[in-house]
């Protein structure tokens, strides 16, 4: 078998797209894997322009590309990540992707002859199942790194993540000399209501009350469940009459709020203590524990109400 025999025979043999072009992008190699892919014979395609071929190619986009490999003399390549596909090619992934065509990444090589380029050699490689498993893979890190910050009952922040939130609009507020209010409000009466509807009535509560309270709020706030029935609201920018303002908002909502479980209509209310960041607050520790001071005084006075930390009466 000749030379000429062994390289003709593992070009049709390869699994990957061989194409190459004279200077002015007319077509004067094809393999197998084309004839396969494209579904035409190199008869069709020989002397071909390739924009002829492939109306789909971007034109501008390509012929830079191929000046830049004549130019520089040098191989180039183009891989899926950064452009999905080329050429309009099905892919022959049997399982389901949601790829329509085939991902590919493809390298451009001066092919040389006497020192001097004569030609262009374009390799295809299928990168469909690449692709595929990295696209499945990044969307399984997203959902990892989601429900490390979600709370899988009330799909708001858990606390991890609600006091990193904290501590970082802490610094933040320090730093430039903002204001930073806080709000944390707890169900009354949460026990009874958990024994009168059940645990599942309870946590429809819960559900219900985080998704009202995230609808009233900006979306710069930052909310997230404290624990158990207790929730916390981050108001960054925010002076104590705002912050009242929102405390008695999401006071108002909750008590006129109807939660509706199975056969029950449930009625809740919440307490809410209001505290914003003074000079005293060396961490964002204090701020928590003034808005729980706060808290307690709106649990003691007799609850559904709104308390700030230095007031002893509810917030008018
Ligand atoms: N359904 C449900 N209940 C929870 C959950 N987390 C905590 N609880 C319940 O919430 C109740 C809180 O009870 P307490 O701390 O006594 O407070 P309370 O009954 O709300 O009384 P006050 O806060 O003083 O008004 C407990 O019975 C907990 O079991 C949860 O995710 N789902």
């Given at each position: 078998m000749s030379l000429d025999s062994y390289c003709s025979h593992i070009t049709d043999k390869i699994n990957t797209g061989i194409l190459v072009l004279d200077l002015d992008y007319n077509i004067v190699m094809w393999n197998r894997f084309m004839q396969i892919h494209v579904n035409k014979k190199s008869d069709e395609v020989l002397g071909k322009n390739i924009f002829e071929v492939f109306?789909?190619?971007p034109q501008r986009w390509f012929e830079r590309k191929l000046s830049s490999v004549t130019q520089l003399n040098t191989q180039s390549f183009c891989s899926w990540e950064q452009r999905h596909h080329l050429f309009e090619l099905p892919h022959t992934r049997p399982i389901t992707t949601d790829s329509v065509f085939m991902a590919q990444n493809c390298t451009f090589s001066p092919v040389i002859d006497e020192g001097k380029i004569t030609n262009i050699c374009i390799l295809i490689e299928d990168a469909t199942d690449v692709y595929h498993y990295q696209t499945k893979l990044n969307g399984a890190l997203e959902q990892l790194a989601l429900s490390n910050r979600i709370?899988?009952?009330?799909?708001?922040?858990n606390r991890k993540h609600w006091e990193e939130c904290l501590a970082n609009e802490f610094s933040r507020a320090r730093r430039y000399d903002h204001g930073l209010a806080l709000i944390m409000f707890d169900l009354d009466y949460f026990k009874l209501l958990n024994d009168t509807f059940g645990h599942q009535g309870g946590d429809k509560v819960l559900i219900d009350v985080a998704t009202q309270v995230q609808s009233l709020l900006r979306t710069c706030d930052i909310f997230g469940r404290y624990g158990g029935e207790e929730f916390a609201i981050i108001l960054p920018e925010t002076d104590l009459t705002g912050a009242i303002d929102v405390a008695k908002r999401v006071r108002s909502t909750i008590e006129n709020m109807t939660v509706t479980f199975q056969e029950d209509h449930i009625k809740a209310t919440v307490s809410v203590g209001v505290a914003v960041m003074n000079?005293?607050?060396?961490?964002?520790e204090d701020l928590i524990s003034n808005t729980d001071i706060a808290l307690y005084k709106a649990k003691s006075s007799g609850r559904n109400m709104v308390f700030t930390a230095k007031e002893t009466r509810e917030c008018a």
């Amino acid at each position: 078998m000749s030379l000429d025999s062994y390289c003709s025979h593992i070009t049709d043999k390869i699994n990957t797209g061989i194409l190459v072009l004279d200077l002015d992008y007319n077509i004067v190699m094809w393999n197998r894997f084309m004839q396969i892919h494209v579904n035409k014979k190199s008869d069709e395609v020989l002397g071909k322009n390739i924009f002829e071929v492939f109306s789909e190619l971007p034109q501008r986009w390509f012929e830079r590309k191929l000046s830049s490999v004549t130019q520089l003399n040098t191989q180039s390549f183009c891989s899926w990540e950064q452009r999905h596909h080329l050429f309009e090619l099905p892919h022959t992934r049997p399982i389901t992707t949601d790829s329509v065509f085939m991902a590919q990444n493809c390298t451009f090589s001066p092919v040389i002859d006497e020192g001097k380029i004569t030609n262009i050699c374009i390799l295809i490689e299928d990168a469909t199942d690449v692709y595929h498993y990295q696209t499945k893979l990044n969307g399984a890190l997203e959902q990892l790194a989601l429900s490390n910050r979600i709370d899988g009952l009330t799909q708001v922040f858990n606390r991890k993540h609600w006091e990193e939130c904290l501590a970082n609009e802490f610094s933040r507020a320090r730093r430039y000399d903002h204001g930073l209010a806080l709000i944390m409000f707890d169900l009354d009466y949460f026990k009874l209501l958990n024994d009168t509807f059940g645990h599942q009535g309870g946590d429809k509560v819960l559900i219900d009350v985080a998704t009202q309270v995230q609808s009233l709020l900006r979306t710069c706030d930052i909310f997230g469940r404290y624990g158990g029935e207790e929730f916390a609201i981050i108001l960054p920018e925010t002076d104590l009459t705002g912050a009242i303002d929102v405390a008695k908002r999401v006071r108002s909502t909750i008590e006129n709020m109807t939660v509706t479980f199975q056969e029950d209509h449930i009625k809740a209310t919440v307490s809410v203590g209001v505290a914003v960041m003074n000079n005293e607050d060396k961490r964002y520790e204090d701020l928590i524990s003034n808005t729980d001071i706060a808290l307690y005084k709106a649990k003691s006075s007799g609850r559904n109400m709104v308390f700030t930390a230095k007031e002893t009466r509810e917030c008018a």
